[in-house]
């Protein structure tokens, strides 16, 4: 048995011309290297409907009723991280019959679903949720004379050379070890530099460069040295409120005696909370 040949727009087009010439089904069907038949049928749906081209829906039929295809995405909407797969199986399953993956697949696009890469959310536990959401309210009404005694501070990490992140390019093919498209990288992943800064409504103050690790007493000794003079700086002497996160080093028994001594008044963010502390974002 013969394969089927399908017939391009264009090959349709070509024999509606030919027809419109005057030329018979047997003649256009010698010229373009088809079939009586086909030829028929082309001038034949173009007669009754106006169309060239077939009308869409024709082909197999799917094996899925719709109500299994409305299951299918029922399950979806309930649970959308189900793999088609695990759908194809359970689908198996109820109609006793094999259903591929791909089945399952072509019925959710058909419902407007596209499969993406889930976007990445830290676990907050429940008990933290809850601390969130009353310092929230609790702050939710402060004026913005309570903002602007705010010095805010944090540690970050700077790479001399190189990115942590992933680097991207746009590229011709088989351009790929062209120089402007590679990213240069060294050995043992290059150099970084641990920094401490502060800043508040008002301005930003020098930042503190950390030589080697990071403990409680080093960092006691950058509040000592720095605090004070960049609240001054500021324009807040004896006046502001300092915050921090909850960093181990910033907790320690140690720190938090400093504190009570020297910042009269602290803001305490809560645990799993770094979206509080705007320096984030500078």
């Excluded at 498209?181 to 800064?197: I, Q, Y």
């Excluded at 930003?204 to 960092?219: A, E, Q, T």
């Amino acid at each position: 048995m013969g394969t089927r040949r399908e017939t391009s727009i264009d090959v349709r087009k070509f024999i509606l011309r030919l027809f419109k010439r005057g030329k018979s089904y047997r003649e256009i069907a010698k010229i373009v290297g088809r079939s009586h038949s086909c030829v028929q049928k082309i001038i034949g749906r173009f007669k009754s409907d106006g169309l060239i081209k077939n009308k869409s829906g024709r082909g197999r039929k799917s094996i899925l009723s719709d109500v299994t295809k409305r299951k299918v995405l029922k399950d979806i909407k309930i649970d959308p991280k189900l793999s088609a797969v695990k759908l194809a199986a359970e689908t198996s399953r109820i109609m006793g019959r094999s259903v591929s993956a791909e089945t399952v697949r072509n019925v959710i696009r058909h419902a407007g679903y596209s499969s993406r890469v889930a976007r990445k959310k830290p676990f907050i536990s429940l008990q933290n949720q809850k601390d969130r959401l009353e310092f929230a309210k609790s702050h939710q009404m402060k004026t913005d004379n309570f903002w602007k005694k705010v010095i805010f501070s944090d540690e970050s990490k700077f790479n001399i050379f190189g990115s942590d992140g992933r680097h991207t390019v746009w590229r011709n093919p088989n351009t790929a070890l062209d120089p402007k498209n590679l990213h240069p990288t060294v050995k043992h992943g290059g150099v970084s530099v641990m920094v401490w800064g502060r800043m508040a409504s008002n301005g930003v103050r020098n930042l503190i460069f950390i030589d080697g690790i990071m403990n409680h007493k080093l960092y006691m000794d950058i509040l000592n040295n720095n605090l004070k003079e960049s609240a001054k700086k500021l324009g807040l002497d004896g006046n502001f409120i300092f915050q921090q996160d909850n960093y181990p080093k910033h907790t320690a028994r140690n720190v938090k005696m400093w504190c009570l001594f020297h910042c009269k008044q602290q803001l305490h963010t809560q645990p799993q909370s770094p979206d509080i502390n705007v320096i984030e974002n500078l």
